[in-house]
């Protein structure tokens, strides 16, 4: 037997006559084996055999193998034959009703956690159904788990939530872990007040992995319950989520009069330390954030855009991954707009022509906007010549700017002097960033232009707001004096015209007009703080994290504030 460990060559006609006349001798030597082999071409002969011969049950169950050797077999005899699994959960099955079964009761809570490693459960469901009628409820609630996991069904998990057994209801609830629907949340809402502690932590687990902030006081509530059974479960649940706004609560349940609770909230900070170390590994993100005040209402609302250091795609976060405090409260209840990736974007600013580009305010207000940009977008310059240097006459640019992504083309495109061949007069400057195809670019095109002339003339008649509205492209102006014909025009097409008190504002303003490209995080609540100055955010994710503060404004004074690296 000893050769399968070696060399993985034995004799098949030995093997036969060994099975044939004593098939528990074999099963006991293999047992003896894979207590010490590792996965091997040897190893998964032997366990081949056994599963060809019908004796993996009872190597599963067999008392010399431990739960992770145990694990190690199934998940092997689950590559060698795909239909190990349904052959346990169909034995498993047939011992509900089975005078003489292959599984012994006292075995049958191995093998369910045996399909819970091996298997999502959703090919062996007519077998787990079978199991809900098994008198040991234990057995029951590991079923109702798994059937919930494959069938990702919100309404099934309902049917099973009038079980008078906690336990059953607790897993059917856990079942649900990760799945994001209308009726899922109102399920996990409601379990939420569940009378028994686990289907309660449960649900709030998986709405906080969801992203439902509004779960987020529960978790408090229940760390204050007059029952120790609770607050095991808030120390528990805490810290499975990783969250570090628990920290200071779980700190506070290490004084805890009992110990299960001590316990659990020592395990729960310990999780969250590590979830904190490794997130502190990445590379914090770049923010920019907004916050408006409203006291009328007694309503803050902060706005926040975030980018990733190696300019990929913006940085995704659920609603319980913001942490907000102002003057070193926390706010607890929050609410968070639902956000979505934004589209890939062709930006083309439009701005006079400079004999000495670094020193334009406009171009260092383009240029800091890089850190803003993705790979995926490309951007684009379209030099002007200003009315009152040329002398009134308008005229297409006879080499218009291609667009590129290349962050070292666009820096070099922006500090070069433009050739007059590649500049326009003002109106047609504008109608070429608006409607010209610049080499078949891709992406929701956005224009950005600067004006510092007081009069551009009326605009041509082929740049009419309909045909500007109907192409769907976002026009921003930065100008350091009044333009009421430029002014008028922008309000027609539904643009954005902003006046900077100085020429020191303007880079400040043009960036403000490419954050606002960006579909931006709102969350909103109720001051905590009433005469608070700053809003103090932090984003946790598994993938990076960012971390700034923002000063509180009016509702008309507020604009873009960019946040120093942590």
């Known amino acids: 037997m000893r050769n399968f460990d070696r060399d993985g ?70 590559r060698v034959d795909p239909t190990a699994e349904s052959t346990i959960a169909k034995s498993l099955a047939d011992s509900v009703i089975s005078k003489d079964p292959d599984v012994r009761p006292k075995d049958a809570g191995r093998l369910l956690e045996v399909l819970g490693e091996i298997s999502d459960g959703s090919r062996i469901l007519p077998s787990l159904l079978r199991l809900l009628r098994h008198p040991d409820p234990h057995l029951r609630s590991k079923a109702v788990k798994m059937i919930g996991s494959g069938t990702r069904s919100a309404k099934w998990v309902q049917g099973r939530l009038a079980e008078t057994d906690p336990r059953v209801r607790a897993n059917a609830i856990e079942s649900l872990w990760g799945l994001d629907s209308p009726e899922a949340r109102e399920l996990l809402q409601a379990s939420v007040h569940d009378g028994d502690n686990r289907v309660a932590g449960n649900a709030m687990v998986a709405l906080h992995r969801i992203g439902d902030s509004g779960v987020i006081p529960d978790f408090f509530r229940m760390a204050a319950h007059d029952s120790a059974r609770f607050r095991v479960t808030a120390a528990w649940a805490m810290g499975e989520t990783g969250d570090p706004r ?73 609603g319980t991954q913001f942490l907000l405090s102002e003057e070193g409260q926390p706010v607890i209840s929050y609410r968070t707009t639902d956000w979505h ?17 670094s020193t334009e305010p406009c171009i260092r207000g383009a240029l800091n ?43 070099s495109t922006f500090l070069e002097v433009p050739e007059l061949t590649r500049c326009a007069g003002f109106w047609n400057a504008l109608m070429q960033a608006i409607l010209s195809e610049y080499g078949g670019s891709y ?36 100008s350091t004096v009044p333009n009421s014909e430029l002014e008028d025009f922008i309000r027609l097409i ?23 490209l960006l579909p931006p995080y709102e969350i909103a609540y109720t001051p905590v703080s009433p005469g608070a100055r700053t809003v103090k955010v932090r984003v946790q994710t598994a993938e990076g994290w960012g971390e700034a503060c923002f000063a509180i404004t009016g509702e008309a004074a507020a604009r873009w504030q960019v946040a120093e690296r942590a």
């Open 341 to 357: 990736a934004p589209r890939a974007m062709s930006v083309v600013f439009v701005f006079p022509r400079a004999s000495e580009p």
């Open 369 to 411: 906007c890089r850190t803003w940009k993705r790979r995926s977008d490309s951007w684009g310059l379209q030099p002007y010549i200003p009315p009152e240097e040329s002398g009134g006459a308008d005229h297409p640019a006879e080499d218009p700017t291609r667009l590129t992504a290349s962050l070292e083309t666009i820096e």
């Open 443 to 478: 992406g929701q095109r956005q224009v950005i232009l600067f004006n510092r002339s007081r009069s551009v003339g009326p605009p041509p008649q082929e740049l009419t707001p309909a045909v500007v509205i109907g192409t769907q492209v976002r026009v921003q102006v930065v």
């Open 246 to 318: 628990f920290s200071e609560t779980l700190a506070r349940l290490l004084r805890d009069g009992h110990q299960p609770v001590r316990t659990r909230a020592l395990g729960g900070l310990g999780r969250i330390k590590t979830f904190l170390a490794k997130t502190r590994q990445a590379i914090p993100w770049h923010m920019a954030g907004m916050v408006q005040d409203s006291p009328q209402r007694n309503l803050r609302r902060l706005r926040l855009v975030m980018a990733a250091e190696d300019g990929g795609e913006y940085p995704a976060a659920l």
């Open 9 to 78: 060559v034995t004799s098949r006609r030995l093997i036969d006559e060994l099975l044939q006349a004593a098939p528990e001798v074999f099963r006991d030597a293999a047992v003896e084996v894979l207590k010490t082999a590792a996965d091997s071409r040897a190893v998964q002969c032997l366990i081949g055999v056994l599963v060809s011969h019908g004796l993996l049950l009872a190597v599963l169950c067999h008392p010399g193998l431990a739960r992770e050797q145990v694990l190690v077999v199934a998940r092997i005899a689950q």
């Open 494 to 516: 539904g643009g954005v015209f902003r006046i900077a008190a100085s020429p020191g504002e303007v880079d400040d303003l043009i960036r403000c007009c490419y954050l606002d």
